[in-house]
T-cell receptor
């Protein structure tokens, strides 16, 4: 079974530029998550989708971050414009269901450096 | 609010030693789930175990074991006879009526 795929693996941009990350979840997983992991910390949830609907985006900085999952499968996360403090690893995860009972499977992440 | 505390920031052990990683949680939910994830240097989080709040049985999987105690709100993880390949950051996480919340992680270094 293929795991969660993410691209790119690394990205370096200058502040005020825009960037987009892509995620393809495990086949059949209805729930998709985007996390931000700052160095030395645990992952922090940015947004959670159930199929193509947003379940929770309370911690997403909506003035600069946006995410979509148009067909209920792949998802993209965009930052525009980027700030220095956005430097982090962006992790995508998927699970079979919405409830906490389901374990989440994580992709390799995209390491973003904003200079 | 849900909270997970991993008080040990870094632990270093010599190969074959046993090591316990501590996890203390806070929640007001009566039904909740606890998880442990491993993050090796490659960066990908690997699922290790899930425990629901109604199952306090300890679990053993090979060299790994978990001790869940509701009375002390703890869900500790023990690696027996540690190996160099166990070197990683380990995260404890909690979910209930809110999305998954992670602790800050414990970095384990196993020295040959």
């Amino acid at each position: 079974e293929a795991g969660v795929a993410q691209s790119p693996r690394y990205k370096i941009i200058e502040k005020r530029q825009s960037v987009a990350f892509w995620c393809n979840p495990i086949s059949g997983h209805a729930t998709l998550y985007w996390y931000q992991q700052i160095l030395g910390q645990g992952p922090k949830l940015l947004i959670q989708f159930q199929n193509n609907g947003v379940v929770d985006d309370s911690q997403l900085p909506k003035d600069r971050f946006s995410a979509e999952r148009l067909k209920g499968v792949d998802s993209t996360l965009k930052i525009q414009p980027a700030k220095l403090e956005d430097s982090a690893v962006y992790l995508c995860a998927s699970s079979l269901g919405l409830a906490g009972a389901y374990e989440q499977y994580f992709g390799p992440g995209t390491r973003l450096t904003v200079t | 609010a849900q909270k997970v505390t991993q008080a040990q920031t870094e632990i270093s052990v010599v190969e074959k030693e046993d090591v316990t990683l501590d996890c203390v949680y806070e929640t007001r939910d009566t039904t909740y789930y606890l998880f442990w994830y491993k993050q090796p240097p490659s960066g990908e989080l690997v699922f290790l175990i899930r425990r629901n709040s109604f199952d306090e049985q300890n679990e053993i999987s090979g060299r790994y074991s978990w001790n869940f105690q509701k009375s002390t709100s703890s869900f500790n993880f023990t690696i027996t006879a540690s190996q160099v390949v166990d070197s990683a950051v380990y995260f404890c996480a909690l979910s209930g009526n809110t999305p998954l919340v992670f602790g800050k992680g414990t970095r384990l270094s196993v020295i040959a």
